[in-house]
C-alpha cells in the first residue's frame, strides 16, 4: 500500500507560480516512478508531468512545457510540480499517482495509488 497526500493548491492570479507537493508512505519511495495529473470540470483527468524512480526521466505533456517543472527529492519521499506562468485554464484538482514500477509513463491507468488532488485555480 502507498498513501499519498497533496499539498500546496490555491488560488493565484495568472502569470503567478504555486508549487504543488506529494508526500508518500507506505512503500519505499526511491522505488516507483510519480506523476502529477489534473481534472477540470465537465473534463477528464488529464496527464501532466512524470518522473522516473530517480528523477532521471521526466515527461511533460505540450501544455505545461516550460512552464512546469516536476522533480523528487527521494530522501524525504515527497515529489513536486512547480507550477510558473500559471493560465486559468490550468484550473483544475490535481493529483499526484503513483506507478508501482521505475519508469515513468504517461499512461493514466499504468498508475496503482492516487491522492485526495488538491484544487488550484487561477484567475484571469
Known amino acids: 500500500q502507498v498513501q499519498l497526500v497533496e499539498s500546496g493548491g490555491g488560488l493565484v492570479q495568472a502569470g503567478g507560480s504555486l508549487r504543488l507537493s506529494c508526500a508518500a508512505s507506505g512503500r519505499t519511495f526511491s522505488s516507483y516512478a510519480m506523476g502529477w495529473f489534473r481534472q477540470a470540470p465537465g473534463k477528464e483527468r488529464e496527464f501532466v508531468a512524470a518522473i522516473s524512480w530517480t528523477g532521471g526521466s521526466t515527461y511533460n505533456v505540450v501544455s505545461v512545457k516550460g512552464r512546469f517543472t516536476i522533480s523528487r527529492d527521494n530522501a524525504k519521499n515527497t515529489v513536486y510540480l512547480q507550477m510558473n506562468s500559471l493560465k486559468p485554464e490550468d484550473t483544475a484538482v490535481y493529483y499526484c499517482?503513483?506507478?508501482?514500477?521505475?519508469?515513468?509513463?504517461?499512461?493514466?491507468?499504468?498508475?496503482?495509488?492516487w491522492g485526495q488532488g488538491t484544487q488550484v485555480t487561477v484567475s484571469s
Open positions: 499517482a503513483a506507478r508501482l514500477f521505475p519508469l515513468a509513463t504517461m499512461a493514466i491507468n499504468e498508475y496503482d495509488y
